[in-house]
């Protein structure tokens, strides 16, 4: 997955983003993006149009996690995920972390379980 800039980078994790949530996602918005000295972005979005969450990636390590006000809520994976990582795999395991914590009713009334 490396690319020669953070922005072609982010670009990478947008599109994968929206492959595998399809209409579920929405709001990207791209912050604190720099090449020098090292690559390092944050992009935040909405999911399921219930949570605001930020994934961040700095020197070749990203993860996300639930805005909450000033505050975050780390969305824990499997796996410590870095540069040439599986990003559908990645997207996965942050569903499966973000649908733990949704109603099941919320759900289920937009088709989404």
């Not at 490396?2 to 595998?20: H, P």
């Not at 390590?61 to 006000?69: D, E, K, L």
């Not at 990582?85 to 914590?101: G, N």
């Amino acid at each position: 997955m490396e690319k020669n800039n953070a922005r072609d980078t982010a670009r990478e994790f947008i599109k994968t983003a929206k492959k595998y949530f399809n209409n579920k996602i929405d709001g990207f918005t791209l912050y604190s993006v720099t090449d020098e000295p090292y690559k390092m972005f944050s992009i935040k979005f909405c999911v399921y149009n219930f949570y605001v969450v930020i994934l961040n990636y700095e020197r070749g390590h990203f993860g996300c996690a639930i805005s909450y006000g000033d505050d975050a809520i780390s969305l824990n994976t499997r796996n410590e995920w870095e540069d040439n990582s599986d990003l559908i795999e990645f997207w996965s395991d942050i569903d499966k972390q973000l649908k733990l914590r949704i109603p099941d009713k919320f759900l289920d009334a937009n088709g989404w379980k």
